[in-house]
């Protein structure tokens, strides 16, 4: 709708700092823009805060599982919920944006930089869990000819913006985001490693966790 919106603006979509307020005048309601824009600030926050909760969960888990420090694992004592966790999540997810905006980085770079970083979590995630749900329904005795044939697709249509992403090359420093996750993934999948042959429990207790929860 945005996009439609602005076929008859002057400054294209991608160059505006406001664009709903824009978008409202375009429609002929620019008193709608206010509260469209205080509505989508509160939005942001929700989901950010939804993030935060996410993201202390799991570091909650990976401390109780011995893949990081058992501090981060501690839980409040009268709520009983994972502060530690969750305050190491929102103290990075600060800096991060806040360092960007002190080199001198526009807010709408760095919403593109760190959205284009995080859709390659997004995106790898989507893959495993498309490669693993026919292995896991073939070991269920469930698997089915339109199973692989779903899952398949899936692989598919997602490569299609990872390749995007990389081909035709783009611009600096987007050319080197995937570099970057690269490097993370295979440092994260080292530690991983590393720890799993130090202590070869711990790949067996979060399987007894995997399985807790699903029941």
Not at 2 to 9: A, V
């Amino acid at each position: 709708m945005e996009i439609l919106g602005f076929s008859s603006s002057k400054v294209p979509l991608d160059q505006s700092k406001a664009p709903l307020n824009i978008l409202a005048d375009l429609a002929g309601v620019g008193f709608f823009g206010v509260p469209i824009s205080l509505g989508a600030a509160i939005s942001l926050f929700a989901s950010t805060l939804g993030s935060l909760t996410a993201g202390g969960r799991i570091l909650l888990s990976m401390s109780r599982h011995k893949l990081l420090h058992q501090a981060v694992g501690r839980v409040h004592r009268s709520n009983q919920t994972p502060h530690v966790a969750i305050a190491l999540c929102a103290v990075l997810t600060f800096l991060v944006p806040t360092i960007l905006s002190l080199r001198g980085i526009e807010v709408m770079k760095i919403f593109e930089y760190t959205g284009s970083f995080s859709a390659y979590g997004f995106l790898l995630a989507y893959i495993l869990v498309s490669v693993a749900a026919p292995i896991y329904l073939h070991k269920q005795r469930r698997l089915q000819r339109r199973n692989v044939l779903v899952a398949v697709l899936a692989v598919l249509f997602l490569l299609i913006p990872v390749v995007g992403s990389v081909y035709p090359v783009p611009p600096a420093p987007l050319n080197v985001l995937p570099i970057l996750f690269l490097v993370l993934m295979i440092l994260c999948s080292s530690w991983f490693v590393w720890q799993r042959w130090r202590e070869p429990e711990i790949i067996n207790e979060i399987k007894r966790d995997v399985k807790a929860n699903h029941s």
